[in-house]
């Protein structure tokens, strides 16, 4: 089993930052790829970003493309989205995803086999 927890969501106002955090456990972890998922009210689960844990490639989804950037701290297996530059459009449940394997497409919910709980997000204008 994995467990992920994410911390790091708030309140803001329109224009500013945050940092979301996404901690992995368990006695198996072994991972190739984390990524940041978010859900809007009423919305589906989108892909924002994702890493490939061995290289430390990125993938990030064109609307956040300049503002979010993914990174990660291999020693202490946690994953990282720096959100920069809010929008009220940004207003959602931040999740993270892991995978210990290459099945699946990253941009996809396939892609990933456990997932955090979620934080929350609230973009204010």
């Known amino acids: 089993q994995v467990q992920l927890v994410e911390s790091g969501g708030g309140l803001v106002q329109a224009g500013d930052s945050l940092r979301l955090s996404c901690a992995a456990s368990g006695r198996t972890l072994r991972i190739f790829r984390m990524g940041w998922f978010r859900q809007a009210q009423g919305k589906e689960r989108e892909f924002v970003a994702s890493?490939?844990?061995?290289?430390?490639?990125?993938d990030h989804a064109d609307f956040v493309k300049g503002r979010f950037t993914i990174s990660r701290d291999v020693a202490k297996n946690t994953v990282y989205l720096q959100m920069n530059s809010l929008k009220p459009e940004d207003t959602a449940v931040y999740y993270c995803?892991?995978?210990?394997?290459?099945?699946?497409?990253?941009?996809?919910?396939?892609?990933?086999?456990?997932w955090g709980q979620g934080t929350q997000v609230t973009v204010s204008s």
């Open positions: 995803g892991y995978s210990s394997s290459s099945f699946g497409w990253n941009r996809d919910r396939s892609g990933y086999a456990y």
């Open positions: 890493i490939r844990w061995g290289t430390g490639s990125t």
